[in-house]
């Protein structure tokens, strides 16, 4: 079985970049060069896309393997595949890492436990509801990415079959 998904690293100091490089090397068991460009939204720091094919799951094994270095920006897509869902997980330095199950359109889904447990928080906090919704949707990740991800229109794009 296979999935596909894409790697993009929104923003990373020169000195990460080849780090990175062999940290999804590690995962996906095959030599990775990326084709790293200027990130324009963060001066010094670099921006790269790297789309993926292996085994369900590798997003998952991606975002760990990169979850270390905190001076990232990234996100890794998982499309879903007969058995598993779709997956996005997103990285920043101030946030920490999200992950959300997401639709074949990439939209977000939040499933019923979890929307359940926002209600009780809420009702618990007397908080709004909508921003416990927000949460779980990834708004904060999505404010704060978005910068990053319309800078790198227009950027390289590389292909990546995994082994195994």
């Known amino acids: 079985m296979s ?10 100091p020169a000195a990460l970049c080849p780090h990175v490089e062999w940290a999804v090397a590690g995962v996906v068991g095959v030599p990775v060069k990326l084709d790293w460009v200027a990130q324009p939204a963060a001066p010094g720091h670099h921006r790269a896309e790297l789309n993926w094919q292996g085994r369900p799951g590798t997003a998952g094994e991606v975002a760990s393997a990169l979850n270390s270095w905190q001076r990232l920006r990234f996100e890794v897509t998982e499309e879903g595949s007969p058995g598993c869902d779709g997956v996005r997980y997103s990285y920043t330095p101030s946030l920490g890492m999200f992950t959300a199950i997401t639709s074949a359109a990439g939209e977000v889904l939040v499933p019923e436990g979890r929307l359940r447990a926002a209600m009780t928080r809420s009702a618990a906090r007397g908080a709004d509801l909508a921003t416990e919704i927000e949460h779980l949707m990834g708004r904060a990740w999505d404010e704060e990415l978005e910068p990053f991800r319309y800078a790198g229109d227009g950027a390289p794009v590389r292909w990546l079959h995994a082994v195994g």
């Open 3 to 12: 999935a596909r998904g894409v790697l993009y690293v929104h923003s990373a």
